[in-house]
């Protein structure tokens, strides 16, 4: 057992939502450190502060932050070099 | 002005509790029926919103543990003893209450008997429950897609959906079901007694070579411990999905 405790990007699925109007966890992003291609839902996210911090499965660089804010969510850009939805 | 829902945006919706299940001594399915329900697919959660009386929100997601049928959801919730929001489902909410939520959510850790096999699903704790969306959704379509489920828990009582399980093992064929019990074992017990390990793995999942999609879902460990394993073993990573909880849920 590791002490990790991160969870995946299905976990953000209803924000990511709320922000794109649309369904993303099968929505694939490329990492800019490291130019993996994985779907939003199997990255990982680790949810010990104020925000959500997304990184990269392969090499955790941080891809982005995910804040609830207030009243709306919003989206940190980071290390996410594209970000493509599902057909 | 209000807008006609459209198909993948989210809105909170009030769910009426119109059942509940005890699954176990700390798992309680709620039966709910929501009024502006779409459908979903196995594998999708919905996020279920609690407001205190000063204003306070705070948000959990749960799986859905039933396949499609009509506006009914049901979730299957762990209390964690010091959980801000699972004593309150597990031990509070009846029958006639109402509880705000929203999807359903969720496009990658998701399976339909169209998408066919063969499948291996691994449960670790609670981990089962979307996984049973997925076997029930088997079962309701007649479909014959070979399954293998491998499933956690510390002991049998903590077995969620045991009578269920046992009933779709004993009547469906193409359907393998294996357990483990980490922390004790009934007298005559026949299955595993240990965390999942890669041994245990290279037992029960399907050869690599037979390409199997693979379903991991339960506290981040477990679902560490089996896709590495698998990944070990030779499948590919692109094959194998994960849900993680965390170290507990909530």
């Known amino acids: 057992m590791t002490s990790d405790t991160h969870v995946d990007g299905n976990a953000l699925g209803g924000l990511l939502m709320e922000v794109f109007g649309r369904e993303m966890t099968d929505a694939l992003g490329c990492c800019v450190s490291c130019g993996a291609v994985n779907e939003v839902g199997a990255l990982f996210v680790y949810r010990s502060g104020p925000g959500d911090v997304v990184r990269c499965p392969g090499c955790t660089s941080v891809l982005l932050v995910a804040t609830p804010g207030p009243d709306r969510p919003r989206v940190y850009f980071s290390s996410l070099r594209w970000l493509q939805p599902s057909s | ?250």
């Open chain 2, 1 to 250: 002005m209000a807008r006609a829902a459209i198909r993948g945006r989210l809105t909170w919706q009030v769910a009426e509790v119109v059942d509940r299940i005890d699954e176990t001594p700390r798992v309680r399915s709620l039966v709910l029926e929501c009024p502006a329900w779409i459908g979903h697919l196995p594998g999708q959660h919905v996020d279920v919103r609690l407001t205190a009386e000063d204003g306070y929100q705070t948000e959990r997601s749960y799986s859905i543990g039933t396949p499609a049928d009509g506006r009914r959801v049901t979730i299957s919730v762990e209390r964690i003893d010091d959980g801000e929001v699972s004593p309150y489902l597990v031990d509070e909410l009846r029958v006639g209450d109402r509880l705000e939520l929203r999807g359903p959510i969720g496009g990658y850790f998701v399976w339909s008997p169209g998408d066919g096999g063969p499948l291996l699903l691994a449960g670790g704790g609670s981990g089962i429950v979307p996984l049973m969306a997925m076997l029930r959704a088997r079962v309701t379509a007649g479909s014959e897609v070979a399954v293998r489920l491998l499933m956690s828990a510390r002991s049998i009582d903590e077995v969620i959906y045991r009578d269920e399980l046992a009933a779709i093992s004993h009547d469906q064929p193409g359907v393998a079901i294996v357990q483990t019990l980490t922390r004790a074992q009934p007298a005559g017990w026949t299955g595993y007694g240990r965390r999942v390990d890669r041994e245990m793995l290279a037992d029960v999942a399907w050869p690599a070579s037979e390409e199997p999609r693979c379903y991991a879902c339960g506290p981040t460990g477990f679902v560490e411990a089996v896709a590495s394993a698998l990944v070990d073993l030779g499948h590919q990573p692109q094959k194998i999905r994960t849900e993680r909880f965390g170290p507990t849920g909530g």
